[in-house]
């Protein structure tokens, strides 16, 4: 079972706001409120850095983004379990799922430096025998290598894995390499495409039970039928 980190198994975003609004103070610009920065807080920290020079009407070049970008993983990295949680549920789904045999993996666009990082300091980083980053293979999501890789390293196979995501990357990622996909609605940006293309989608983390991924395996007709 692959996990998705930012938005999907974790809040990030109250770290990632605080290390972009690091990034904007140096520039006299002001602080951007969480709710402004959670949409985006799934994209990366340049997506982030240029959101917000977009909403301040401030030209921003390739050097300054740069030289942005670098300030802001530098910061994100000191500070990076310093609000940011398991969303609610999140602990007796772990539990749940290992107690019913399924091995954990997460697949994640954050590099596996900063990944592993986060989830050791919370205290999280012994459930999941894969921690595959951004850079951990040739390509990321939604390249279904990443997942690919993933799967492999957790010692499964594809044929009966699924991914828990929380964007339409992670969805176009499971899609790619032929696997069924859980969309959470709690995370940060699941769009109109993501919520069309994933197998199911789950309100909250009490949703996520054995008996609904099985389920995700039943022969297509079954499924069909039961609808
Ligand atoms: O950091 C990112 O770009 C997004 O990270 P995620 O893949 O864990 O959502
Ligand atoms: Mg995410």
């Known amino acids: 079972m692959v996990f998705d980190l930012d938005g999907t198994l974790v809040d990030t975003a109250p770290d990632l706001a605080g290390s ?3 990034c904007l103070s140096r520039i006299g610009l002001p602080p951007l409120p969480l709710e402004i920065v959670r949409p985006h807080a799934g994209h990366g920290a340049q997506a982030m850095l240029r959101e917000a020079y977009r909403l ?4 921003l070049g390739a050097e300054e983004l740069a030289e942005q970008t670098a300030c802001f993983l530098q910061h994100y990295e000191a500070h990076i379990a310093v609000e940011s949680a398991l969303f609610p549920g999140g602990i007796a789904a ?13 697949c994640t666009n954050k590099t596996e430096r900063l990944a592993r990082r986060l989830l050791e300091e919370m205290e999280l980083a012994s459930r999941f025998p894969a921690i595959c980053g951004a850079d ?5 999501k939604p ?3 990443h997942l ?9 196979s594809a044929s009966n894995a699924l991914m828990v995501g929380d964007t339409n990357t992670d969805i176009l990622a499971a899609r790619a390499a032929g696997v069924p996909s859980i ?3 709690f995370g940060y940006d699941p769009g109109s495409e993501a919520r069309s293309g994933a197998t199911c989608s789950i309100e909250r983390f009490s949703d996520l039970t054995p008996h609904l991924i099985d389920s995700l395996f039943e022969p297509r007709a079954l499924r069909v039928q039961a609808v």
Do not use: K, Y
Not at 94 to 106: K, P
Not at 136 to 140: D, H, L, N, Y
């Open 56 to 59: 301040a009407e401030r030209p």
């Open 20 to 22: 972009l609004n690091h």
């Open 143 to 145: 390249d279904p290598i």
């Open 94 to 106: 772990l539990d749940r799922l290992s107690e019913a045999g399924l091995t954990l993996a997460i």
């Open 136 to 140: 951990t293979f040739s390509a990321r």
């Open 148 to 156: 690919f890789g993933t799967i492999e390293q957790a010692g499964g």
């Open 183 to 185: 969309l959470v609605l």
